[in-house]
């Protein structure tokens, strides 16, 4: 990307032509860091007074790169807009692509979505220009941006399309890096072996720079990050071992001089597979060597992981009040440099181990951890929006220039379509609804009829039970108290002694007389089955009545508190028909000494019912099901619910059906 010229003017004509303005690469290479800046900031008051020409752009554009490395982001976004103004002024579409380009590298770290939006449109003018190298730089780029937004899904298409367009190139160290961030990426989605595929091929990129004499100390420190991520990947497999070994090699005093970061990352690294790995000894020396580095490097984004996992190795050795301090040390750092994924890891931890506030990290996780699901789902597809809406202006411009008739034509056919689509949906589901109000009310009908027969047969019983109680009254309580009505009119006027002795005998007998009305009224006034008659009674005299028909002992189980008024009749009579054809069954066949009828309301709308007996059972797999099971099944399949029976022969039948009302 970089583009040598020679920086010079000549006294008599600066500001007259552009032919003398040159860009000196190696004089640049050679200025110190505080003077390179202003010798951008020359060549651009140059540039302020020149014609509109192709150096001037490309100049425009050399300094925007340049102060993009200087790290002034602010200059680069200035000279990269001047490029792209001047350029669209000239229609120049190849410095339009590259300025758009700068743009988005400019927003790259401050604004994510701006980012993507100028790629996308570098990409588009790429496209055209059939420029597939820098195709496939825009779509690494785009994936980078997926990538550290969580996006990994769009990440891995974005990085296919730019290895598809870059298996060609000579770029060995583009393509080193898109295979890096594609084995990271397929990481994130779970798909290991396919990561490590993709890792090794970045080691092979490696190997082909280091071959073309590229500089070795940037070598090894790609071949050290590959490395490291290819641990990473044993480490999830288990194989820590292996992490082991190939982590070790690479803890050499040279790249612990000339690349200390990397260093401090392959120590923290391989202690933490010589902690899973049970080999604690120097392990937590090598943690705080790490950390030392890190510090004196003055980089606290990796601080808070490293602790995190050298509150892992005290937990792992027992010393949870150490594991607390480090946990915390960690969580503080997390939160200084905004390091999410190791802050809700140490809260999750410390939510665990730390007794006096498990409340409190608990909380806090929960609460961040809803912070970023609220974030992620309101921003989850703004990188397809912005694709989408770019597209969709694009579109637009080009159906402006088609004729309106055919949008008219096009319109009115649509709308017929939809019309008829919808009147067949709306017939279909009225003719749907019709028949299940018809369903409900032949339900309804023989529910009626079947309280009707319930209610005749209680009818029935208060008939039986006033004549019997008439026949109570008349025959015994009336004579009685005649006999004693009469006695004692002959002992009234009588005095003596063995008079009122009878008189007495008398008394007490209409004492046992009243007893015997108050015996009779409080049967009268118990509450009984014949007042409260309701489903639950025709369901319970059901299972009664299968008592006579053999020796079997049925078990009728239901909460108390059941109310079967909430339930539709639609459901109420099936369930009726169910027990009936399943008590059938094991009339017919189980042989069965005991069966249990249990109906449940689960969560308030699940209705179960489970029809259990000890009888001799039968293989579900290899025996035919017959007419009972399959209309059970049918009833069930009718309310969309479920039918479910396990048996085993000698080991009973247990059927469940579950409806969801």
Not at 311 to 326: M, S
Not at 455 to 475: P, W
């Amino acid at each position: 990307m970089i583009i040598s010229f020679v920086l010079w003017r000549k006294k008599q004509a600066v500001s007259k032509t552009t032919d003398v303005i040159r860009f000196d690469q190696e004089h640049f290479n050679k200025i110190p860091g505080s003077q390179k800046e202003k010798y951008l900031d020359s060549i651009v008051i140059i540039l302020k007074n020149q014609k509109n020409e192709s150096i001037v752009r490309e100049l425009y554009l050399k300094t925007g790169e340049e102060y993009y490395y200087l790290n002034n982001i602010v200059k680069s976004y200035s000279s990269s807009l001047i490029a792209l103004r001047l350029s669209n002024q000239e229609k120049d579409s190849s410095r339009i692509a590259k300025s758009f380009y700068y743009i988005g590298d400019c927003y790259e770290v401050s604004q994510k979505d701006s980012a993507y939006y100028y790629y996308l449109q570098a990409q588009k003018i790429y496209t055209q220009l059939q420029d597939y190298k820098k195709l496939g730089r825009i779509h690494f780029n785009k994936a980078y941006i997926l990538f550290y937004d969580g996006r990994f899904v769009e990440c891995e298409v974005e990085l296919t399309k730019a290895l598809k367009y870059l298996k060609d190139s000579n770029n060995t160290k583009l393509l080193y890096t898109v295979n890096n961030l594609m084995g990271n990426c397929l990481e994130k989605l779970f798909m290991y072996d396919q990561a490590l595929k993709y890792h090794q091929l970045g080691l092979r990129n490696l190997q082909v720079l280091k071959n073309e004499n590229m500089d070795t100390d940037e070598v090894n420190n790609y071949n050290a990050s590959s490395v490291i991520n290819i641990c990473n990947l044993y480490d999830i497999k288990g194989d820590y071992s292996h992490s082991i070994k190939e982590l070790s090699k690479l803890l050499t005093k040279d790249l612990r001089r000339k690349w200390p970061y990397v260093y401090a990352s392959v120590l923290s690294n391989l202690a933490y597979s010589k902690m899973k790995n049970k080999e604690y000894k120097n392990v937590e020396s090598m943690y705080f060597e790490s950390l030392k580095i890190i510090d004196s490097l003055g980089v606290r984004s990796s601080v808070a992981y490293k602790k995190f996992h050298l509150g892992e190795l005290y937990l792992a050795q027992k010393d949870t009040l150490k594991a607390v301090k480090i946990l915390k040390e960690g969580y503080k750092i997390g939160v200084e440099t905004r390091s999410i994924t190791e802050i809700l890891s140490i809260l999750k931890l410390l939510s665990k181990i730390d007794n006096k506030r498990k409340l409190f990290f608990a909380n806090q996780y929960i609460e961040i951890s809803d912070s970023i699901n609220s974030l992620q789902s309101r921003t989850s597809n703004k990188y397809a929006r912005i694709e989408y809406e770019t597209t969709n202006v694009e579109n637009e411009n080009k159906v402006l220039t088609k004729k309106n008739f055919y949008i008219l034509i096009f319109s009115f056919g649509l709308f017929l379509i939809l019309s008829a689509i919808f009147v067949f949906n709306y017939l279909k589901y009225k003719n749907k609804e019709l028949k299940f109000v018809k369903q409900q009310q032949s339900d309804s009908d023989e529910i009626y009829q079947l309280l009707s027969e319930q209610q005749e047969k209680i009818n029935n019983a208060k008939e039986e039970e006033k004549n019997k109680i008439a026949k109570e009254l008349h025959d015994g309580i009336m004579n009685r108290v005649y006999g004693v009505r009469m006695n004692l009119g002959f002992f009234n006027s009588k005095v003596d002694e063995k008079t009122i002795e009878k008189r007495k005998e008398y008394i007490f007998e209409l004492e046992n007389i009243e007893n015997e009305i108050r015996s009779i009224s409080h049967d009268l006034s118990r509450d009984s089955f014949l007042e409260n008659s309701d489903f639950n009674t025709l369901i319970s005299d059901l299972i009664k009545d299968q008592k006579e028909l053999s020796a079997t002992v049925f078990n009728y189980i239901i909460d108390k508190e059941f109310d079967w008024e909430s339930i539709a009749n639609i459901y109420k009579i099936n369930f009726y028909r169910i027990i009936q054809e399943a008590l059938l069954n094991i009339h017919k066949y189980s042989d069965a000494e005991k069966v249990d009828v249990k109906i449940q309301l689960i969560d308030n709308h699940i209705l179960k019912l489970s029809i259990i007996d000890d009888g001799i059972g039968f293989d579900v797999q290899s025996t035919k099901k017959g007419i009972g099971l399959r209309n059970i099944k049918e009833r069930a399949n009718s309310l969309n619910g479920n039918f479910e029976i396990k048996s085993k022969i000698g080991e009973g039948t247990e059927i469940t059906v579950t409806f969801t009302i």
